[in-house]
């Protein structure tokens, strides 16, 4: 089967970097996702890592290590507006089953 | 413009009704998936297809069931079975078999019994 386990819950404050973890169990693996979602909103796609090391969108970027099955999405000079819920989401197996994280709150502070 | 409709945006049920979730999307996407949010929790896959007339469950289909007769669209039908309807529920679709799996979500249904 497959899992994902993230934070429940993180407090960061506007201008500051913080990183999100993301620990995942998979049959097989294609890359690990990650995606925003803001209060109920529809999720967005944010990046995506095939290959082991850093891919950086903009104030995002996200890492994966496939050996430690270990990701993580860091965003830098936060701002209010990036306070919502952060998934981390695989492909798992042959098929096309795409499996989500518990998600991380993110809380951004004046 | 092309993007994935759901509709409706909200939803009340009786006890012991069926009721269906509609999904369209003009994408052009052959993988399609229903997920189910709780409160403060994540996305709990329902069932997802690969292509037209296939179907599969995932982690929660107890009380669920969907239909896949056109590309476009992937209606989910929440069952008097569904012990906990209540909940908000998300469509999505994907391109088949691509190695990135960025997905585009509906806006969701919230379905609530009363």
């Known amino acids: 089967g497959q899992s994902l386990e993230q934070p429940s819950e993180v407090t960061a404050v506007e201008g500051a970097i913080v990183q999100i973890n993301c620990t995942y169990q998979?049959?097989?693996?294609?890359?690990l996702s990650w995606y925003q979602q803001h209060d109920g909103g529809a999720p967005t796609f944010l990046s995506y890592?095939?290959?082991?090391g850093l891919e950086e969108t903009g104030r995002f970027s996200s890492f994966l290590s496939r050996s430690d099955s270990y990701g993580y999405l860091l965003l830098q000079e936060l701002q209010m507006k990036d306070s919502a819920s952060y998934f981390c989401a695989v492909r798992g197996g042959a098929t096309n089953k795409l499996i989500f994280g518990t998600g991380t709150l993110l809380a951004v502070q004046p | 413009d092309g993007g994935i409709t759901q509709s409706p945006k909200y939803l009340f049920r009786k006890e012991g009704q069926n009721v269906t979730l509609s999904c369209e999307q003009n994408?052009?996407?052959?993988?399609m998936y229903w997920y189910r949010q709780d409160p403060g929790q994540g996305l709990r896959l329902i069932y997802y297809s690969q292509i037209v007339n296939d179907f599969q469950k995932g982690d929660i289909a107890e009380g669920y069931s969907v239909s896949r007769e056109k590309k476009e669209s992937f209606p989910l039908t929440v069952t008097s079975a569904q012990k906990n309807p209540t909940a908000f529920y998300l469509c999505?679709?994907?391109?088949?078999?691509?190695?990135?799996?960025?997905?585009?979500f509906g806006q969701g249904t919230r379905l609530t019994v009363v």
């Open positions: 998979t049959s097989g693996f294609y890359g």
């Open positions: 994408l052009n996407h052959d993988a």
């Open positions: 890592n095939a290959l082991d």
């Open positions: 999505a679709s994907r391109i088949q078999g691509a190695q990135n799996t960025e997905a585009f």
